[in-house]
């Protein structure tokens, strides 16, 4: 079975534009799960999605940042406009459902903002 | 909310010896702590987890401990190989979220 995919593997881009994120997670997983991973702040978890609608975005940093998920084998992160300090890695996570918890993670995306 | 310390943040053996990684949480209501394996270039992955009715779980050379009383949980490798080096992350359930430790740098010398 395929693991959680995402795309791009790696995006380089000036800081002002747009980027997008996507993730398909693990078919007939529930729950999905954006982090970002800097060597400062370590695995941070920005938003997660249950059934499809968002459950918690505590964690996005700013109103640049925006997620959607606009069916169950599709996600997005979306940065406008990019700042240098958003470069990091970024993971999407799938889990099967809200109460069994396990996450597996996807192979991430490294973003550098120049 | 829910905070997770992690110790070591290194940890160097030789292969063959065993390998112990302690955790800390801080929210009594967690009742689930997974660990999870990151090699370079990958992403995290689940290699074993406990929750808050069990006391003791292994699956081969790899083993978890938890105690509630004390809130610390403990992962436990054995006979440790090359392919054992990496980055080890804790984590613990809080309140409807994942909270990670910041990892341990695994080195397993041939």
């Known amino acids: 079975d395929a693991g959680v995919i995402q795309s791009p593997r790696h995006e380089v881009t000036e800081m002002g534009q747009e980027v997008t994120l996507r993730c398909k997670p693990i078919s007939g997983h529930n729950s999905l799960f954006w982090y970002r991973q800097t060597m400062m702040r370590g695995l941070e978890l920005l938003i997660y999605?249950?059934?499809?609608?968002?459950?918690?975005d505590s964690g996005m940093p700013e109103d640049r940042f925006s997620a959607k998920m606009p069916n169950a084998s599709f996600s997005t992160l979306k940065i406008q406009p990019s700042e240098p300090r958003d470069s990091a890695v970024y993971f999407c996570?799938?889990?099967?459902?809200?109460?069994?918890?396990?996450?597996?993670f996807g192979p991430g995306t490294r973003l550098t903002v120049t | 909310g829910e905070n997770v310390e992690q110790h070591p943040s290194t940890l160097s053996v030789q292969e063959g010896d065993s390998a112990v990684i302690k955790c800390t949480y801080s929210?009594?209501?967690?009742?689930?702590f997974p660990w999870y394996k990151q090699e370079l270039g990958k992403g995290p992955q689940l290699i074993i987890d406990?929750?808050?009715?069990?006391g003791e779980k292994k699956d081969q050379r790899i083993a978890v401990t938890l105690n509630k009383t004390a809130k610390h949980f403990s992962l436990h490798i054995t006979e440790t190989q090359p392919e054992d080096s990496a980055v080890y992350f804790c984590?613990?359930?809080?309140?409807?979220?994942?909270?990670f430790g910041t990892g341990t740098r695994l080195l397993v010398s041939p």
């Open positions: 929210d009594s209501a967690s009742n689930y």
């Open positions: 999605f249950n059934n499809n609608v968002p459950i918690d």
């Open positions: 406990i929750r808050s009715n069990v």
């Open positions: 996570a799938s889990s099967p459902d809200r109460v069994r918890w396990e996450q597996y």
């Open positions: 984590a613990a359930a809080g309140f409807q979220k994942l909270v």
